[in-house]
């Protein structure tokens, strides 16, 4: 479960995928199945939450880590598996932007 906490010593990931409109539907089916090989492979892995934009144009994944070792070996899995029909796919059709992240402040209504 995702828990979003200043005393949560928890790496974040935020990913930015761009599409084009036609594309984000398929785009976020491959980024769930490959969260979901992800889940499998690393023990580390917290969670993934998918968000698309409105416009079509973005699908953003807020992942967790327990710590950044477990990033690094689901980073490293994900490189692992660049020749998969998955990961070809979204290549094609996604412009990914991630990068890594502490939660810092929180503020609620």
């Known amino acids: 479960m995702t828990t979003i906490s200043e005393n949560n010593d928890v790496v974040t990931t935020i990913n930015t995928f761009m599409f084009e409109p036609e594309n984000q539907q398929r ?6 199945e490959i969260a979901k090989m992800i889940r499998k492979e690393v023990p580390g892995f917290l969670s993934a939450n998918f968000h698309m934009s409105v416009d079509g144009t973005r699908v953003v994944n807020y992942a967790q880590y327990s710590s950044h070792e477990a990033f690094q070996v689901a980073t490293a899995k994900v490189f692992e598996k660049a020749d998969t029909p998955l990961l070809i796919e979204l290549r094609q059709i996604a412009t990914p932007d991630a990068h890594e992240y502490k939660v810092r402040t929180i503020l609620e209504g």
């Open 27 to 32: 785009g976020l089916e491959l980024l769930v």
